[in-house]
């Protein structure tokens, strides 16, 4: 049911799919860049709901109490408690060891603000979960959305890092003046 919604939803909003079997892992932490719109969740998830992927991610728990919180975590979502201060670095890691399949979407901008440069979290989750970083992107330019391939960690954080900003520099976001191409 999922995918055909996904399908309608793309049919209806003329977006198409870049994904050409390029996610082929069972655990990945998925980046979601360029991140300056709620609406970036919706062609994410419907992305996902077409290629069987069944991503999660973290947001506040607020979204996840009461009547909305189901729908919400039926998307995904896992409630956090921002007020508290969590190391949801280590809380990710300890997801990925006790799951089979587990793919975490981060926006790794953190926000949709404009900011300086990316929060880190994404990379010492995928380091300490020893699990790849997958390209996930939105091209509202183009009215793209896929996944743009795996990236495997080296011990070079700048090397890796530049990768992952050679990839994303072409991709248009929704408001492209809260974007900064430039990610550390």
Same mark, same amino acid.
Request: no cysteine.
């Given at each position: 049911m999922k995918k055909q919604i996904a399908i309608l939803a793309f049919y209806i909003t003329g977006w198409k799919w870049d994904y050409d079997n390029k996610f082929t892992c069972d655990k990945s932490v998925m980046l979601a860049a360029p991140h300056t719109s709620n609406w970036d969740l919706f062609y994410a998830m419907a992305t996902y709901w077409r290629f069987g992927v069944d991503a999660k991610f973290f947001i506040k728990d607020v979204y996840t109490k009461g009547l909305h919180g189901y729908f919400f975590k039926k998307l995904g979502a896992i409630g956090v408690n921002r007020k508290k201060n969590n190391n949801l670095v280590d809380y990710a890691i300890e997801l990925f060891k006790q799951k089979e399949k587990f793919v975490l979407l981060v926006p790794a901008e953190g926000t949709?603000?404009?900011?300086?440069?990316?929060?880190?979290?994404?990379?010492?989750?995928?380091? /300490?979960?020893?699990?790849?970083?997958?390209?996930? @992107?939105?091209?509202?330019?183009? =009215? *793209?959305?896929?996944? /743009?391939?795996?990236?495997?960690?080296?011990?070079? @954080?700048?090397?890796?890092?530049? =990768? *992952?900003?050679?990839?994303?520099?072409n991709i248009e976001a929704k408001y492209p003046e809260k974007y900064n191409k430039k990610i550390f």
């Open positions: 949709r603000k404009k900011v300086d440069k990316w929060k880190k979290g994404f990379y010492h989750i995928a380091k /300490g979960a020893k699990v790849p970083v997958a390209l996930g @992107f939105l091209d509202y330019k183009n =009215k *793209i959305s896929g996944v /743009g391939g795996l990236i495997h960690l080296t011990e070079n @954080f700048e090397t890796d890092m530049q =990768k *992952i900003e050679d990839f994303y520099k």
